[in-house]
C-alpha cells in the first residue's frame, strides 16, 4: 500500500491567500485526522472523520478554516485566508473505524505564509 | 479527561548507551497505549502499542510495558544508535477512536 499520501509537500503563499491541503487515506480506512504540528503547541488534534462525516472539529483554529471530505478516498483543508501564524506542519492520519485501532501518518504539508 | 505526559527533552545519549522515556497516562477504562516515532522531515510512525494491561510492545530493538498499576508506558532500549535520533510520541486511544498524544521526547544519540 502506498500510505497515507498528502499535497503539497510544501506550500510557500503570502498573507492572505488561500491555502488547500489534500490527502489521500489509506485504502478501507474510515477515519481520517487533520494534525497541525508547530514547535509551540506540539501536535494538535484539528478535525476528524469517521465514515466521511466531521465527527469532532472542536481543534479548529477559527472560522478561516474548513475541512470536508467528499469521498473515502480523498480531504481538503482550507484555510481562507491565510495568515503567518498558520505556518506550521499539517498532518493527515487515517485509521480503520474500530475502537484503538492504530493511527498512519502521512508526510506532512510544510506550510510557510509570508 | 484522558492524557498523557511524556518525560520532557531533549535527551542526549551516546551510542550505546540505555534508553528511558518515561510515560504516564490518565484514563478511564481499558486504553491502547502506542509509541510513535518521528525522524526529521518525516510524518510520525507507530513504533509499538499494546492494547491490555502487562502487554509488552516491542519493535527494533524498543520496548514498552503496560504497567495499569502505575499508569506507565516507559519507552527502553538497551543499546541506542545513532539512527534513533528522533522525535518520540507516547500516545493513548480509549473509548472511541481519537488520540492523545503526548508532547513529544527529542533524542539525540551521539557518536
Known amino acids: 500500500d502506498a500510505g497515507v499520501i498528502q499535497s503539497p509537500r510544501h506550500e510557500v503563499t503570502e498573507m492572505g491567500q488561500e491555502v488547500t491541503l489534500r490527502c489521500k487515506p489509506i485504502?478501507?480506512?474510515?477515519?481520517l485526522f487533520w494534525y497541525r504540528q508547530t514547535m509551540m503547541r506540539g501536535l494538535e488534534l484539528l478535525i476528524y472523520f469517521n465514515n466521511n462525516v466531521p465527527i469532532d472539529d472542536s481543534g479548529m483554529p477559527e472560522d478561516r478554516f474548513s475541512a470536508k471530505m467528499p469521498n473515502a478516498s480523498f480531504s481538503t483543508l482550507k484555510i481562507q485566508p491565510s495568515e503567518p501564524r498558520d505556518s506550521a506542519v499539517y498532518f493527515c492520519?487515517?485509521?480503520?473505524?474500530?475502537?484503538?485501532?492504530?493511527?498512519?501518518f502521512g508526510p506532512g504539508t510544510r506550510l510557510l505564509v509570508l | 479527561g484522558d492524557s498523557v505526559t511524556q518525560m520532557e527533552g531533549p535527551v542526549t545519549l551516546s551510542e550505546e548507551a540505555f534508553l528511558t522515556i518515561n510515560c504516564t497516562y490518565t484514563?478511564?477504562?481499558?486504553?491502547?497505549l502506542f509509541w510513535y516515532v518521528q525522524y526529521p522531515g518525516e510524518g510520525l510512525q507507530l513504533l509499538l502499542k499494546a492494547t491490555k494491561a502487562d502487554d509488552k510492545g516491542s519493535n527494533k530493538g524498543f520496548e514498552a510495558t503496560y504497567r495499569k498499576e502505575t499508569t506507565s508506558f516507559h519507552l527502553e532500549k538497551g543499546s541506542v544508535q545513532v539512527s534513533d535520533s528522533a522525535v518520540y510520541f507516547c500516545a493513548l486511544s480509549n473509548t472511541g477512536n481519537q488520540f492523545y498524544f503526548g508532547t513529544g521526547t527529542s533524542l539525540t544519540v551521539i557518536p
Open positions: 484514563a478511564t477504562g481499558y486504553p491502547s
Open positions: 492520519a487515517s485509521s480503520f473505524l474500530l475502537r484503538q485501532e492504530t493511527q498512519y
Open positions: 485504502s478501507g480506512h474510515n477515519s
